[in-house]
Nanobody, 128 residues
Framework: VQLVESGGGSVRAGGSLRLSCVAS?????????IGWFRQVPDRARQGLAC??????TTIYAQSVEGRFTISRDANTIYLQMDNLKPEDTADYFCAADRTRRPIRTKYNSIRVVEYDDWGQGTQVTVFA
């Protein structure tokens, strides 16, 4: 499955951005979940949120719960980011999990190793 992110940019602290991830390809119907991740230089990629494409279950990392919201409209998955902080500055990626997971939790839905296909990323800069 192919994934293309957009919506990144520069925003003042306290502001909002909405990232989009458009999924395409013949294997899209086998995708069980879409996740959002971020990465800063010299740091590991961090899982932020996941949405199940089967039942809409959403999972969030504690660091963003209450500020970020993941949602879906057909083959586009959004990440609404509110009350942004300078430490949210990073490259943001969406990814597809093609493993069927009957029950999604923080322990099987926002780890890098669980994802099969990745987009190229979109940059977010939050300035004070």
């Amino acid at each position: 499955v192919q994934l293309v992110e957009s919506g990144g940019g520069s925003v003042r602290a306290g502001g909002s951005l909405r990232l989009s991830c458009v999924a395409s390809g013949s294997s899209f119907d086998r995708v069980d979940g879409i996740g959002w991740f971020r990465q800063v230089p010299d740091r590991a990629r961090q899982g932020l949120a996941c949405i199940s494409l089967r039942d809409g279950t959403t999972i969030y990392a504690q660091s963003v719960e209450g500020r970020f919201t993941i949602s879906r409209d057909a083959n586009t998955i959004y990440l609404q980011m509110d009350n942004l902080k300078p430490e949210d500055t990073a490259d943001y990626f969406c990814a597809a999990d093609r493993t069927r997971r009957p029950i999604r939790t923080k322990y099987n839905s926002i780890r890098v190793v669980e994802y099969d296909d990745w987009g190229q990323g979109t940059q977010v800069t939050v300035f004070a």
